[in-house]
């Protein structure tokens, strides 16, 4: 028997043994390491993404410092913090997820799935709240905005330039907003997971999904953890 034969033969009998072995892949392993490398290229190239924001917003603090820190302290920092300790237990909680798909416990897996999910959602609606006041308190860059008469922290007898202001409101929503989209496309991916968790897809040999999912969260989790001391907190003690 030929070397192709034999090949051909174990490449069989793999996708056999394993329906979720996709064709152009000889292992799970192979597919394992290949879905990894993919989540990471894609991740460099979202670092990139946010890195250029941050630059921007770094760039525009150092022009307009004051400004900024004025317009830094009117962001609820209460709110911020909620948010950052709900994602903080959301990343908790895939971990558990992923070590129960390693270890057969389905139920805790089904669960930690629909906590993550409940955590993100949580997330989404104190974002909203915050949204809502920044409307309510005309701080949306655009015809209606308005920072007139708002003392800067440092010198209490100078007001901010309601121009600059704005420049750090626009980077703000952006900021905030993109991070916002990135948590409504996971929870769109944390429903999927779910699902195929409950069609009993996961296995303690199978589970390159939630590691991939679990990933991509991780991700999010982290450009928060950057956003917030950023937008919230780097004025505050002024």
């Known amino acids: 028997m030929s070397d ?49 924001l941050f630059c921007a917003y770094l760039i525009y603090r150092g022009w307009y410092f004051d400004d900024f820190a004025a317009a830094s302290t009117s962001i609820d920092a209460l709110l911020g913090g909620t948010n950052t300790a709900v994602l903080i237990c959301s990343s908790l909680t895939v971990v558990l997820a992923i070590w129960a798909a390693q270890t057969s416990r389905r139920g805790m897996l089904l669960s930690m799935l629909v906590l993550t999910m409940i955590f993100g959602m949580a997330f989404l609606g104190i974002k909203g709240k915050e949204y809502k006041d920044k409307f309510d308190e005309h701080h949306v860059p655009g015809a209606s905005f308005s920072f007139d008469h708002v003392a800067i922290p440092s010198h209490p007898d100078q007001y901010a330039n309601p121009r600059h202001a704005e420049i750090f409101f626009a980077l703000y929503f952006i900021m905030t907003g993109l991070h916002a989209l990135h948590m409504i496309i996971g929870l769109g991916i944390f429903t999927w997971l779910l699902w195929m968790a409950w069609k009993r897809r996961f296995t303690p040999e199978y589970h390159t999904p939630l590691e991939i999912g679990g990933l991509y969260w991780h991700f999010v989790d982290i450009i928060w953890i950057y956003l917030f001391p950023l937008l919230y907190l780097i004025d505050r003690h002024q």
Request: net charge negative; hydrophobic share 45%.
């Open 4 to 52: 192709s034969t034999v090949s051909a033969t174990v490449h069989g009998e793999a996708h056999a043994q394993n329906p979720a072995l996709l064709h152009h892949f000889a292992t799970e392993e192979q597919q394992r390491d290949a879905s990894n490398l993919g989540m990471w290229i894609f991740l460099a190239t979202e670092v990139m993404f946010f890195g250029g």
